[in-house]
């Protein structure tokens, strides 16, 4: 059984570029969920998606946004990038089939913006 | 809006000791889980333990346990045994119950360092 896998694993961008981060959802799996950590925080919730839809959002802006895939994978998508952006976005998978599925994780990837 | 705190920044153990790491939580739902992630240096959250609130029993994961104080909103971790592959950041985390696919949130984390 294969994880929940993201790419790429660091990334380096300048303020104002936009960014696409790509995550494949545990096999079996038809949720993603994307969370930023910033330095020495907690992960915060950004959105999730299950079966290609929207399903419930953080308070991010309209500039971050999501796509999921037939296959439920997924991407994140970030324009207009700010300073602040830099963190490690996560990326979880669940079953989405029950209450208190579990959520599991990628290795994330570090954006780094200057 | 549902928070979690978690009061301590780092905690330090002995190897073979037992620690325990503290969390709080503030909700004012009645079904909801808890959960425990670990994030070793490579960056990857690993579930260590998940609670149902609506469970009395206290979970437990081989040399992992929780003592959920409901009444409280307390839900800490006990490490028994303490080994030096336990080092990691330590995130408490509660979801709301809401049919499938809970949104987490999480605390700001607590460095546990392990000692030889």
């Known amino acids: 059984e294969t994880g929940v896998t993201q790419s790429p694993t660091h990334l380096i961008k300048t303020r104002g570029q936009q960014v696409t981060l790509r995550c494949s959802s545990q096999?079996?799996?038809?949720?993603v969920s994307w969370y930023q950590q910033a330095l020495g925080q907690g992960p915060q919730f950004i959105f999730q998606?299950?079966?290609?839809?929207?399903?419930g959002r953080g308070n991010f802006p309209p500039r971050f946004s999501g796509l999921q895939f037939p296959n439920y994978s997924s991407e994140l998508n970030v324009n207009a990038l700010e300073l602040d952006d830099s963190a490690l976005y996560l990326c979880?998978?669940?079953?989405?089939?029950?209450?208190?599925?579990?959520?599991?994780f990628g290795p994330g990837t570090r954006l780094t913006v200057l | 809006a549902q928070t979690v705190t978690q009061s301590q920044p780092e905690m330090s153990v002995q190897e073979a000791e037992t620690v325990t790491l503290s969390c709080t939580y503030d909700t004012s739902e009645s079904d909801y889980y808890l959960f425990w992630y670990k994030q070793p240096p490579s960056r990857q959250m690993i579930l260590v333990i998940r609670?149902?609130?609506?469970?009395?029993q206290n979970a437990t994961e081989n040399r992992f346990s929780v003592n959920f104080q409901k009444a409280a909103k307390s839900f800490s971790l006990k490490i028994s045994d303490s080994q030096l592959g336990d080092a990691a950041m330590y995130f408490c985390?509660?979801?709301?119950?809401?049919?499938?696919?809970?949104?987490?949130?999480f605390g700001k984390g607590t460095k546990l360092t392990v000692n030889p």
């Open positions: 609670q149902e609130a609506y469970k009395q």
């Open positions: 985390a509660y979801a709301l119950a809401q049919g499938g696919s809970e949104k987490l949130v």
């Open positions: 979880a998978s669940s079953a989405g089939s029950r209450e208190g599925d579990t959520q599991y």
């Open positions: 096999s079996g799996h038809n949720t």
């Open positions: 998606y299950y079966r290609e839809e929207e399903n």
